[in-house]
């Protein structure tokens, strides 16, 4: 798989065939792969509807992938990924743009030879003429995407008390009690009992 291509829908379709369907970016259709490979470079612009349910709100998913016969009647179809979404951080709720890039690599066999559960092997229906991209892609997205998102390392979030968003404004309220549960922690790692009550801050 070359990465040379930016990856913008239909740039790849240099060699005769056309750009796959618009109604289903997610499909390629698989005449002329006796030839040899099939590459082609896409944009899903929708993915809501045509991968499914994805882990964010991604707003496209750029796709480059390679299609080749592998032993038999499977197919192996390898590329790139990079997808984009805007996503509320999770401490100060500010939007916060988050980007996912990811190679993958997918096996497509006769349905009789794909064992269920099997990661990165998927059902080849011979019959259609095509494979269909958007199990793998999806896939990818939930393994690669991050499991949260904060709008950088260090955010202080929002004052519980007044709602300020602490990176722009120090806000006037009084530091939050101490937490009973670690009071009592501290307490029985300080060796006299009952002796330090009083020194939490
Ligand atoms: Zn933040
Ligand atoms: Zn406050």
Redesign the pocket.
Known sequence: MSPRRAPSARASAACASPAPDSAEPARIGLAGLDAGPIERAFRVETPGEALGDLPLPFEHVDIEVEVRRADGAAVRARGTLGARATVE?R??L?P?PVGVRAGWDALYLPPDRVTPGEEGVWALDAGSGELDLAGAIREELWVHAPAFV???RD?P?LCPACGARL?EQACRCPPPEPDARWAALEGLGGGAAGAREGDIP
């Open positions: 951080c401490r100060c500010e916060t904060e709008c950088s955010c979030g990176a």
